[in-house]
């Protein structure tokens, strides 16, 4: 599976550009997109639904499949785009879902510049003490990247491997939460050793010790850690366009 088109610039997505499509570009570095344009395969429109697999836009032939638990869902959601609406994900108030990509060499960053990025919308009444957007990886691996949304606060995690074989990990944390804002572009991107949280393209927190190679063989998630019950995370908001790409 060769992971060969773009990087999304979704440009200054403030809350008002959020509310109007920012009409994607491409480049030639973007590993996975998904857009959640579709309805789910074997699904029909609204949902909800347990299963079936959204296609991967960066990578046609590769997809992201629901899984759930404990009574979890997935279903239809829509954010405005300035000429109607486009297609966006909700996930569940109760048990737990996610979308899960299947591992592939080409979301591992390893040591190289990365972009991960997703449109998010949360209520007060949505709010957890844990929310995971997309991660490749969990907490206690050796190796993790991942956007979340703990307590409506946007964040992001890495961790990896120094030259000297020791681990290292990064956290960033915006100093506000999102919370009842409406939809909000949340991006982690690393230059170089400097890895940098944005905010509607705002940057709100940077670190210059992010030079750590980053590489596993673990599924990315969407939604949540995995769809277990207890200590999962699960986001319980709205998300569209999730992002990884590399450069």
Same mark, same amino acid.
Request: proline content about 6%; charged content about 15%.
């Given at each position: ?12 997505v403030t809350l008002a ?24 395969? $074997?699904? +029909? ?19 992201? =499949?629901?899984?759930?638990?404990? $009574? ?28 899960? +990509? ?8 390893g040591s190289g510049d ?12 949505? +709010? ?27 964040? =992001? ?46 940057? +709100? ?43």
């Amino acid at each position: 599976m060769g992971r060969t088109m773009s990087a999304l610039a979704l440009g200054a997505v403030t809350l008002a550009a959020a509310l109007v499509d920012t009409a994607p570009a491409y480049a030639a570095t973007e590993q996975l997109r998904l857009d959640f344009d579709a309805t789910p395969t $074997g699904q +029909v429109e609204p949902g909800p639904w347990t299963a079936g697999c959204f296609a991967d836009v960066a990578t046609p032939g590769d997809s992201g =499949c629901i899984a759930v638990n404990g $009574g979890g869902s997935i279903s239809r959601a829509t954010r405005p785009n300035g000429t109607g609406s486009s297609p966006a994900l909700a996930f569940p108030a109760t048990g737990s879902a996610i979308v899960q +990509v299947p591992h592939a060499a080409a979301l591992n960053p390893g040591s190289g510049d990365f972009t991960v990025s997703a449109l998010a919308k949360v209520t007060s009444a949505q +709010v957890t003490t844990g929310a995971n957007l997309v991660q490749k990886g969990v907490f206690n691996d050796p190796t993790q990247w991942k956007l979340q949304l703990d307590a409506g606060v946007p964040g =992001c995690r890495i961790k990896g491997t120094l030259a000297d074989g020791t681990t290292a990990e990064v956290r960033l944390t915006s100093p506000t939460s999102i919370a009842d804002q409406g939809w909000t572009f949340v991006q982690c991107k690393r230059r170089g050793n400097v890895l940098t949280l944005l905010v509607d393209n705002q940057p +709100v927190d940077t670190n210059d010790k992010a030079g750590m190679n980053i590489s596993s063989t673990a599924n990315v998630n969407i939604g949540a850690k995995g769809t277990g019950l207890t200590n999962n995370d699960q986001f319980r908001g709205q998300l569209d366009n999730v992002l990884f790409s590399l450069g």
